[in-house]
């Protein structure tokens, strides 16, 4: 098993930064985590993915450019988020898999996860 837990939520005015926190009980270099959102009324989706071992990072297209994915040594994963806007609210869930296929867009598939947080509340208002 692989605890899961998120901080940095909250509530900013549209143009504004959030940093959001998620923390690993325990990670390999064969894994990867991830941070996907979920708003009412719509599916979930992935955000940013990082994968662990030096293999790169990877984004979807409507945060590319504003946000940035990182990681320490100690298995905790950051998501730097800049320039918010109103469409980026929602609830931010961290994910992980301890061993994670390099290939195509496995990374932004939420079935291919199997750790979970319980998320954290992004409010970004006009």
């Known amino acids: 098993q692989v605890q899961m837990t998120e901080s940095g939520g909250g509530s900013v005015q549209a143009g504004g930064s959030l940093r959001l926190t998620c923390a690993a009980s325990?990670?390999?270099?064969?894994?990867?985590m991830g941070w996907f959102r979920q708003s009412p009324g719509k599916e979930r989706e992935v955000v940013a993915a990082?994968?662990?071992?030096?293999?790169?990072s990877h984004y979807s297209d409507p945060v590319t450019g504003r946000f940035t994915i990182s990681q320490d040594k100690e298995n905790a994963v950051y998501l730097q988020m800049n320039t918010l806007k109103v469409e980026d609210s929602g609830m931010y869930i961290c994910?992980?898999?301890?061993?994670?296929?390099?290939?195509?867009?496995?990374?932004?598939?939420?079935?291919?996860?199997?750790?979970w947080g319980q998320g954290t509340q992004v409010t970004v208002s006009s």
């Open positions: 325990r990670m390999y270099t064969s894994g990867c």
């Open positions: 990082i994968y662990f071992g030096g293999d790169g």
């Open positions: 994910a992980a898999n301890l061993f994670c296929d390099r290939r195509g867009r496995w990374w932004s598939v939420a079935q291919n996860y199997n750790f």
